[in-house]
């Protein structure tokens, strides 16, 4: 695998995720709810849904950043590439702690399923559904999504270690050591650039 590849399977895994989150969970939350019915609930999940849309279009454009850094069609270059990878993680973080800690947390389950069995429960109990139901889809494209950013790492580190094993002379011009002649001098006692 190169960088690039690393990259382009992130983007493809955060695609699938921001599908699941946009498509299928903030979908729900919408239009799946009562016509004219407000509940704190329903705030609730709009808030997070589209949270996790902007977290998706943070981690996307990051994500671009490092496929931009991951040398295609050029040199890679591991400075950016490994800033993208920490910008991309960040968002990462925040999306499953968005989604697993707080809008799929077994709190908020319980808060679904009590919504759906109480008396005002009638006209959300599908909505309450349609949630949940989006909710269990979008765990599996979040595991992807981490999984390919933990290879993006693996990738990274294995080109980066390489990167230092390589000899000095191989990285970069040798700077004159002790007792090397120095730059030659011209007439003003300025040093000469040959």
Sequence with gaps: MTMATAFEAV????EELRACAGERLHWAVLHARPAGGEHVLAGR????????LALAEEAEAAGLRGEAAAGLGAALDLGGSAEALVTLGRSVRALSRRLHGSLASPEAHAALQALAGSEEGRD?????????EALGRCREP???LEDQMAGAWEEWAELALAAAAKPRAARRPRSRGPGSPG?????????HVE
């Design 45 to 52: 999940y709009e808030d997070g849904a589209t949270e996790m």
């Design 142 to 144: 979040m595991t992807r």
């Design 11 to 14: 983007l493809l895994a955060l």
């Design 183 to 191: 730059p030659k001098s011209s007439a003003g006692g300025q040093p």
């Design 124 to 132: 959300w109990a599908p909505w309450a559904r349609s949630v949940a």
